[in-house]
Nanobody
Framework: QVQLVESGGGFVRTGGSLILSCAVS????????MGWFRQAPGEEREFVAA????????NYADSVNGRFAISTDKSKNMLYLQMNSLKFRDTAIYSC????????????????????WGQGTQVTVSA
């Protein structure tokens, strides 16, 4: 099994920055892709970013590309999401996720491909 625990959420003003962390434990050797998703009140869960465990290739949603950066620290079994230039519409519950499948070089953006999920951390952006 794989366990994911997020931290780092909170309140931030528009234009500010925040770093989310995700501690990964358990059968980490089985993982191929790590990702971040978010869900705002009344909306569907949406893809934010993904990173390949093997070669650190990344993929971002258009809405965050250029503002957010996903990264890993394999020595610490940690996943991060650096969020800059935050906007009100970035307000959501952010969850880290992990996938064990083989995706042929592409990084999955649909939540159905991810096998393991954290409990989520709230990010609130206000004026």
């Amino acid at each position: 099994q794989v366990q994911l625990v997020e931290s780092g959420g909170g309140f931030v003003r528009t234009g500010g920055s925040l770093i989310l962390s995700c501690a990964v434990s358990g059968r980490t050797s089985s993982l191929s892709v790590m990702g971040w998703f978010r869900q705002a009140p009344g909306e569907e869960r949406e893809f934010v970013a993904a990173i390949s465990v093997g070669d650190s290739a990344t993929n971002y949603a258009d809405s965050v590309n250029g503002r957010f950066a996903i990264s890993t620290d394999k020595s610490k079994n940690m996943l991060y999401l650096q969020m800059n230039s935050l906007k009100f519409r970035d307000t959501a519950i952010y969850s880290c996720a992990a996938a064990s499948g083989r995706f042929g070089g592409s990084l999955p953006t649909h939540s159905a491909w991810y096998d393991h999920w954290g409990q989520g951390t709230q990010v609130t952006v206000s004026a």
